[in-house]
């Protein structure tokens, strides 16, 4: 019997599609959202998650949103065995992660891997939120970078990183840093890079600036991840676009889009939107507010 044939038999159709919706398996554990109303069903849900698919050997309850600097969430046990810490495949690789400890999303596989298959040979690219690696070593798997920097301000996800960075023999190429990238790039990371990912939608606007820093003089490419609320009849991508090419204008950096996409849909209206964005050679009018937050640091 399928999980949507074993829930249907203890719950109505609404709240059936608000449990299925929110399952996500990430290696043997299933996380689910229960809507409060029928929380007191949960070990029976969390029975037929657990029956409905043997791979699965622990189900976990997520209590709270992602939420924090970190994008962590708290989540409680139901069934299973008890823990939070489970081995992930995707795309060829394999990625060690503690759901409870570090951000980890399964929905974002096809994003990583279109980021991936860009990766031209020997770039050198900057990851400046990287979480346990998934967009790093799939880069590092698929693609031939010289060097993919992966910085997180999270020491478990570091922890993790270090990890997956054994696990999938990516020892040479995936370099992990632990920080603010905002502080990492001022330090050390200026001017080096021809790809720069920026894989977190609640600061992406804010350390843009830093993803510039870090591009070759000679320009390179950003992926850039906002969320973006939207009236009826806006396009998501155009209102995102509109935002980043102010900014961009002000500083007098020279870009064309590439690329845009509704990565998904978070909430009515809101949506992530991803775009990728060529940035040409950044001339000396440019460089000029770079030394700008350069200095502003040492002061
Ligand atoms: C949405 S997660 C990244 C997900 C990851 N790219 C993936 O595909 O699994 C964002 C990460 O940014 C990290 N982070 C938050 N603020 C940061 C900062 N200022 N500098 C570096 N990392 C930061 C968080 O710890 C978190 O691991």
């Known amino acids: 019997?399928?999980?949507?044939?074993?829930?249907?038999?203890?719950?109505?159709q609404s709240m059936l599609n608000q449990v299925i919706c929110s399952c996500d398996v990430v290696g043997d554990i299933a996380v689910i959202k229960i809507p409060v109303k029928i929380e007191h069903k949960a070990?029976?849900?969390?029975?037929?998650?657990?029956?409905?698919?043997?791979?699965?050997k622990t189900v976990l309850q997520q209590t709270s949103p992602v939420e924090g600097e970190l994008r962590l969430r708290s989540l409680k046990w139901l069934a299973g065995e008890n823990k939070t810490e489970t081995l992930h495949r995707e795309s060829g690789c394999?990625?060690?992660?503690?759901?409870?400890?570090?951000?980890?999303?399964?929905?974002?596989?096809?994003?990583?891997?279109?980021?991936?298959?860009?990766?031209?040979?020997?770039?050198?690219?900057?990851?400046?939120?990287?979480?346990?690696?998934?967009?790093s070593i799939l880069i590092a798997k698929h693609s031939k970078p010289?060097?993919?920097?992966?910085?997180?301000?999270?020491?478990?996800?570091?922890?993790?990183?270090n990890e997956n960075i054994i696990l999938n023999k990516a020892n040479y190429i995936v370099e992990s840093i632990e920080g603010d990238a905002k502080e990492v790039i001022l330090g050390k990371l200026q001017n080096l890079a021809d790809r720069v990912l920026?894989?977190?939608?609640?600061?992406?606007?804010?350390?843009?600036?830093?993803?510039?820093?870090?591009?070759?003089?000679?320009?390179?490419?950003?992926?850039y991840y906002d969320f973006v609320y939207t009236e009826k009849g806006k396009d998501p991508i155009e209102?995102?676009?509109?935002?980043?090419?102010?900014?961009?204008?002000?500083?007098n950096i020279t870009f064309r889009f590439t690329f845009g996409r509704i990565v998904r849909t978070v909430g009515?209206?809101?949506?992530?939107?991803?775009?990728?964005?060529?940035?040409?050679?950044?001339?000396?009018?440019a460089n000029q507010h770079f030394n700008n937050l350069t200095l502003l640091r040492e002061a």
């Open 1 to 12: 019997m399928t999980l949507r044939e074993k829930l249907g038999k203890i719950l109505n």
């Open 43 to 56: 070990d029976k849900i969390a029975e037929a998650v657990m029956q409905s698919n043997p791979h699965i």
């Open 94 to 135: 394999i990625f060690k992660v503690d759901l409870e400890k570090c951000y980890f999303s399964p929905r974002l596989s096809f994003e990583r891997m279109r980021v991936a298959k860009q990766v031209m040979p020997s770039e050198v690219v900057v990851n400046m939120f990287t979480g346990v690696g998934c967009f």
């Open 146 to 161: 010289r060097k993919v920097y992966s910085i997180d301000i999270n020491p478990d996800a570091i922890r993790y990183l």
């Open 198 to 223: 920026m894989p977190l939608p609640e600061k992406a606007f804010e350390y843009l600036d830093y993803a510039l820093l870090a591009l070759k003089t000679e320009g390179g490419k950003i992926h």
């Open 239 to 251: 209102e995102v676009q509109k935002k980043v090419s102010e900014k961009l204008r002000t500083i």
């Open 268 to 285: 009515p209206r809101w949506y992530q939107v991803v775009l990728d964005i060529y940035i040409h050679k950044k001339d000396n009018r």
